[in-house]
């Protein structure tokens, strides 16, 4: 059985338990208290030591509010024309998404692995196993997420283990247990695939007609990567919650470079021979 | 819901507008988070980009002397500087990667596992097939120059170690080290690198042969030592390959288009267009194709063709940095229509 993820965004409310919940289930070190100025996330970005990361995506409108206002109309839907005769074209948009590692089904970081150390796991989710790794970073620029990183004083990649110590307790991941709005679902993939579909159809069914799952073949899991093991239901475009539209499996071009090398080494060594020529 | 709003939406067939909604929010352009890098660029800083250039200078001086070889060109200068180069860059190329590794004790766990599809694992390999290959002929060698003295181990070394053979079996492995770099680059996600992977390993190994070819050149050169003809055939073939590696990353150039443009950025230029371009190619170019050949014009060129090869590394390493770090980059890159498929045509 492989199991994943399924994040819907459109549920989520910004708390971060998903993140504390991680940090303290895997004892991941605190990333310091840096101040980003940017909304209330002060993380940024996944990394070896952040597994989890709630991104922040914010763009109020500068329009004054006037007229007889209906805020609780507001905060639920917002409407044109708005309610009490407000003239305001949007509240802005204020969304959150609870990143994580996207247990790719074709995974670069474990194609690209010289040592061995990403597996797949008896879940079928991806594991970097610590005792393996060394730390030679070649995972790093090879995820098209940005997950991994390597970690400062440890020097080896570290990234989401999909809670591997508590599945095989028969216990959810951390952050899928603590999350209040249950944004964050554990599951088998194919149980949490009907899941994310259901659930976009009936966002579909309100009005919602943008709301789309990312993490397919079609988009976000594409160009060899075959899907993604954690799923995300989304309401805008790819890029504003930092994720790319269509990412490629990098190890797909690597058949190819080598061919094109040996050609090079063949060319380069006839130049040779015919320079010995008199 | 609220009253009013379930009047608007009955009124709207069930659609509601939201602020969410792309198409009715004119002030979304903004497609990036913040600003922050979407992907993580690698580590590397020198170690790198120096094994980089050491390898391709072991990969071409065994491509050159095992040609010579091949065509039954004995020149026992050339033989001499070209097994100890193959020596020192086999020893050096280790150092300077397991230096880099973030456990460095733990660097033979690169040999638990042979995975063709990582370049980091196959160049491993190849690097310790290559390098003890190499190391046996160095042996030879130094059995052969005296010296390990004259005793039973230097004549059992020379009776023991095959030359021709261990050359010719020296060879792949050597030219793999040399191209394989520029594909441990363009196997990661990194824009600039992934976007050339059809013509980043030709273009190491054009480079990396350009290189070996103006180092040996310029140890002849330095010690006076080597048969004319083996200058003759080193100058000739710099030449080719100097034209060659010129057109190469030219080619790389445009196909890179838009995402190659951190080489000519602040940081990179001078590195990139000072260093590879113009003191790498342009000059010795220059020097090589212009009047009589003289000592003095062959050595600064191979100085400064070794030097290009070095500045040509190291800016495309920076360059990938920049382009890693960059979110409009890769969400271009990554955004379905241009981005490189398996079957693009270059
Ligand atoms: S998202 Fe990145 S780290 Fe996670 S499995 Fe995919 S490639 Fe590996
Ligand atoms: S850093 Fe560790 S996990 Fe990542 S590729 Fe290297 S050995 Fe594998």
Redesign the pocket.
């Known amino acids: 059985m492989a199991t994943g993820f399924l994040t819907d965004t459109t549920v989520c409310i910004g708390c971060k338990a998903c993140e504390v919940a991680c940090k303290q289930w895997n004892q991941l070190p605190a990333d310091g208290y840096e101040l980003t100025g940017d909304s209330y996330d002060n993380t940024g970005h996944l990394s070896g030591t952040t597994w989890r990361h709630v991104a922040f995506i914010e763009n109020p409108k500068k329009r004054r509010l006037t007229g007889d206002v209906d805020l609780v109309a507001l905060a639920e839907d917002v409407t044109e024309p708005l309610p009490g005769g407000a003239e305001l074209d949007a509240l802005g948009r204020w969304a959150f998404m609870s990143d994580v ?4 089904v074709e ?4 194609q690209a692995c010289p040592t061995g150390s990403i597996i797949r796991n008896e879940f079928d989710n ?1 594991y970097i196993q610590p005792d393996v790794c060394n730390g030679c970073g070649y ?1 790093v620029p ?4 940005g ?2 990183t390597q970690v400062p004083h440890d020097g080896r990649a570290f ?1 989401c283990t999909l809670c591997y110590d508590r599945q095989i307790d028969g216990l959810e991941p951390a952050c899928a247990k603590a999350c209040p709005t249950n944004s964050i679902q554990f599951g088998d993939v194919e149980d949490l695939k009907v899941v994310a579909e259901e659930r976009v159809r009936e966002l579909h069914d309100k009005g919602y007609t943008q709301a789309y799952v990312w993490g397919t073949p079609e988009v976000g899991g594409t160009g060899g990567i075959n899907g993604n093991h954690s799923k995300f239901v989304l309401m805008d475009e790819p890029e504003a919650y930092n994720l790319p539209k269509h990412p490629y499996l990098p190890q797909e071009k690597v058949k190819g470079g080598v061919i094109a090398g040996a050609v090079a080494a063949g060319v380069l060594g006839a130049v040779v021979a015919l320079a010995f020529r008199d | 819901m609220s009253e009013a709003t379930r009047e608007s939406v009955q009124q709207s067939n069930g659609k509601v507008e939201t602020s969410h909604h792309p198409q009715t929010d004119p002030k979304r352009n903004d497609k990036h988070y913040y600003g922050i890098p979407p992907i993580k660029h690698a580590h590397w800083t020198w170690q790198i980009p120096v094994y980089f250039w050491i390898g391709g200078i072991g990969a071409g001086t065994q491509l050159f002397s095992t040609v010579a070889q091949l065509l039954g060109h004995e020149d026992a200068a050339l033989k001499r500087a070209s097994r100890y180069t193959v020596l020192v860059t086999m020893i050096l190329s280790p150092i300077l990667l397991i230096w880099d590794l973030g456990r460095p004790e733990r660097f033979y766990n690169m040999m638990r596992i042979l995975k063709l599809r990582s370049p980091m694992s196959t160049q491993s390999w190849s690097l310790l097939t290559f390098g003890n290959l190499g190391g046996l002929l160095a042996a030879r060698q130094a059995a052969e120059d005296g010296l390990l003295g004259r005793n039973a181990l230097s004549r059992l070394l020379l009776r023991l170690i095959p030359e021709r053979l261990l050359s010719v079996l020296a060879l792949p492995f050597g030219l793999f080290v040399g191209f394989n770099t520029g594909n441990l680059i363009s196997a990661t996600s990194v824009p600039l690198w992934a976007r050339n992977w059809a013509l980043m390993a030709p273009t190491f190994l054009a480079s990396g042969t350009s290189t070996a070819l103006s180092w040996l050149s310029l140890v002849l050169h330095l010690t006076r030592s080597g048969e004319a003809k083996t200058l003759r055939a080193l100058h000739r073939a710099e030449k080719a390959t100097i034209v060659i590696e010129a057109g190469l990353i030219a080619v790389s150039l445009v196909r890179m288009s838009r995402w190659g443009k951190p080489l000519f950025s602040k940081s990179v230029a001078p590195l990139f267009v000072g260093g590879a371009l113009v003191a790498g190619i342009v000059a010795p170019f220059a020097l090589l194709f212009s009047g009589r050949e003289t000592r003095g014009k062959n050595i600064l060129s191979s100085l400064l063709v070794l030097a290009g090869g070095l500045a040509f590394r190291f800016s495309l390493i920076k360059a990938g940095r920049i382009s890693a770090d960059d979110p409009e980059a890769y969400f271009t890159f990554a955004s379905g229509e241009s981005a490189p498929q398996p079957e693009d045509k270059v």
Do not use: D
């Open positions: 590692c996207k247990h790719c995974a670069p970081c474990q991806v995972c090879a995820c098209p997420y997950v991994i990234k």
